[in-house]
T-cell receptor, first 114, second 108 residues
């Protein structure tokens, strides 16, 4: 099992450019999440999904969009990148209802917006 | 609203015991989780308390008191590899809110 994988691992963007981060999991988890982590801070939830075809907003959704067309994949899009979106992005997944406390994280994507 | 408070840094020596505290304010409580994160790595799940009391997993234990809105992570027989950041987390239905993290430095 690969667990949770993320691509790319690193990316540098210019302000105004767009990009998509891909997350994939092979554990047949129902729930998937996107977080961002800034220096000295905990993880903040951007968007999450409770199943294929569903998405919902988290704490800090502005400037991001997501899609979950397949159960194993969760995509995070930045339509017009801003320097404030420089961060490390983590994807996570978990089993279904009542078990969201144990989340499995990917290795992260380090994004710099110039 | 929801917030979790934990100390920013803790220092200890190898072989010692250290306790990392977490206090929370939540509009709805679904248990307290703990995660470990090494520098440059991904968070990994350590433990979860849904009810009051102590949960033990090897050298790590986690405690919860819902009446005090308080929990802690206890690390025993500290090893150098335990140097990492530790996050408490709680939240609504499958939505975790994380504390800012406690950086643990273990010295020889």
């Amino acid at each position: 099992n690969a667990g949770v994988t993320q691509t790319p691992k690193f990316r540098v963007l210019k302000t105004g450019q767009s990009m998509t981060l891909l997350c994939a999991q092979d554990m047949n988890h129902e729930y998937m999440y996107w977080y961002r982590q800034d220096p000295g801070m905990g993880l903040r939830l951007i968007h999450y999904s409770v199943g294929e075809g569903t998405t919902a907003k988290g704490e800090v959704p502005d400037g991001y969009n997501v899609s979950r067309l397949k159960k194993q994949n969760f995509l995070l899009g930045l339509e017009s990148a801003a320097p404030s979106q420089t961060s490390v992005y983590f994807c996570a997944s978990s089993y279904g209802s009542g078990r969201g406390h144990e989340q499995f994280f990917g290795p992260g994507t380090r994004l710099t917006v110039l | 609203g929801q917030s979790l408070e934990q100390p920013s840094e803790v220092t200890a020596v190898e072989g010692a015991i250290v306790q990392i505290n977490c206090t929370y304010q939540t509009s709805g409580f679904y248990g307290l989780s703990w995660y470990q994160q090494h520098d440059g790595g991904a968070p990994t799940f350590l433990s979860y308390n849904a009810l009051d009391g102590l949960e033990e997993t090897g050298r790590f234990s986690s405690f919860l008191s819902r009446s005090d809105s308080y929990g802690y992570l206890l690390l025993q027989e500290l090893q150098m590899k335990d140097s990492a950041s530790y996050f408490c987390a709680s939240g609504g239905y499958n939505k975790l809110i994380f504390g800012a993290g406690t950086r643990l430095a273990v010295h020889p």
